[in-house]
């Protein structure tokens, strides 16, 4: 079973950036596939942005494509998410994710271990 804590969030300005990170405590990730997901309040956990960890290969949700990236060290078993360029919208409670195919998903049930959260708030 795979252990996620996220780290990073705060308040910004839009304009911002904030780069968030997810320690994982894994055996191994080789063949795991880790997502980033968020929520704000009334509304459904939504994809961000995932990678896989063996080889990298990275999707990201419309909405965040091109201000964020996500990343991951192998070495330090830690996911990023860079976050630039930050607007009022990105305001959410931001989760980590992992799941044990070699594939990302945008659907949030498809994964099996999920961090608490770390929140993020970008005001106007």
């Known amino acids: 079973q795979v252990q996620l804590v996220e780290f990073g969030g705060g308040l910004v300005q839009a304009g911002d950036s904030l780069r968030l990170s997810c320690v994982a405590s894994?055996?191994?990730?080789?063949?795991?596939?880790m997502g980033w997901f968020r929520q704000a309040p009334g509304t459904e956990r939504e994809f961000v942005a995932g990678i896989t960890w063996t080889g990298g290969s990275t999707t990201y949700a419309d909405t965040v494509e091109g201000r964020f990236a996500i990343s991951r060290d192998k070495t330090k078993n830690t996911l990023y998410l860079q976050m630039d360029s930050l607007r009022p919208e990105d305001t959410a409670a931001y989760y980590c994710?992992?799941?044990?195919?070699?594939?990302?998903?945008?659907?949030?049930?498809?994964?099996?271990?999920w961090g608490r959260g770390t929140q993020v708030s970008v005001s106007s």
């Open positions: 894994a055996r191994t990730l080789e063949n795991y596939a």
């Open positions: 994710a992992s799941r044990s195919y070699n594939r990302a998903s945008p659907f949030p049930e498809e994964y099996e271990s």
